[in-house]
């Protein structure tokens, strides 16, 4: 069973902030989140990950509550191209077996 | 190629034949992952390497899956007597190494087996 929990889809205007919620409650002291994407017919694609601080890079901001039991994944200003299916996911004892969920599909509406 | 790179992209086989899978990951990458993808659903594990050894083959669901790297470089994932529910998007990936917060897994766009 997936480690988390994803609304199943968001909708988000073209330009606006996409703000994707993610809970991971049973989440360990040493796991790590990560957030990939896909993108339709496409593999998957790394966005960013992050431990206990929040983190940003040239795609999104990754926000992670203080007990580290949800986090929020955050496209700045969102396009027509960020319409796929975002994973969030919790990393078990090392990163090869990563347990991927539905995810939630963000269509990006002009 | 810079990426992962995975051939076939599209098989379409009959029941009961063998199928082989092929990966080329990101040159000097050691680590190697296979992921199975039915339609509309999430990533299922199915094995990792280290190198040429395969620390994790809890993921195969039978033993009609086998696969195998060598040099450190190309793996094939082989199918043996295909059966209609191996339908689906076999993924690859990548990576410089397995440990924990190791960062990100490389994918190839995946090659899509349908099993007649």
């Known amino acids: 069973d997936a480690k988390t929990t994803q609304p199943p889809s968001m909708d988000c205007a073209e330009g606006r902030a996409a703000n994707l919620p993610c809970n991971h409650s049973?989440?360990?002291?040493?796991?790590?989140v990560y957030w990939y994407r896909q993108i339709h017919s496409q593999g998957p694609q790394y966005i960013i990950h992050?431990?206990?601080?929040?983190e940003t890079n040239e795609m999104a901001s990754l926000i992670i509550t203080e007990d580290r039991k949800s986090s929020t994944l955050i496209l700045p200003h969102a396009t027509l191209r960020d319409t796929a299916v975002y994973y969030c996911?919790?990393?078990?004892?090392?990163?090869?077996?990563?347990?991927w969920g539905a995810g939630t599909k963000l269509i990006i509406k002009p | 190629g810079a990426g992962v790179s995975q051939s076939p992209s599209n098989k379409v086989t009959e029941k009961g034949k063998d199928v082989e899978l092929r990966c080329d990951p990101i040159?000097?990458?050691?680590?190697l992952y296979w992921y199975r993808q039915s339609l509309g659903q999430g990533l299922e594990f199915l094995i990792y390497?280290?190198?040429?050894?395969?620390?994790?083959k809890s993921g195969l669901p039978s033993d009609r899956f086998s696969a195998e790297r060598t040099g450190g470089s190309v793996s094939t994932l082989t199918i043996q007597r295909t059966q209609q529910e191996d339908s689906a998007v076999y993924l690859c990936?990548?990576?410089?190494?397995?440990?924990?917060?190791?960062?990100?897994?490389?994918f190839g766009e995946g090659s899509r087996l349908t099993v007649l």
């Open positions: 990936a990548s990576s410089l190494n397995s440990g924990q917060g190791a960062g990100e897994l490389f």
């Open positions: 040159s000097g990458h050691t680590a």
């Open positions: 390497f280290q190198g040429n050894s395969a620390p994790d």
């Open positions: 049973t989440i360990s002291g040493n796991e790590y």
């Open positions: 992050g431990l206990k601080n929040n």
């Open positions: 996911i919790v990393s078990p004892d090392s990163n090869y077996q990563l347990i």
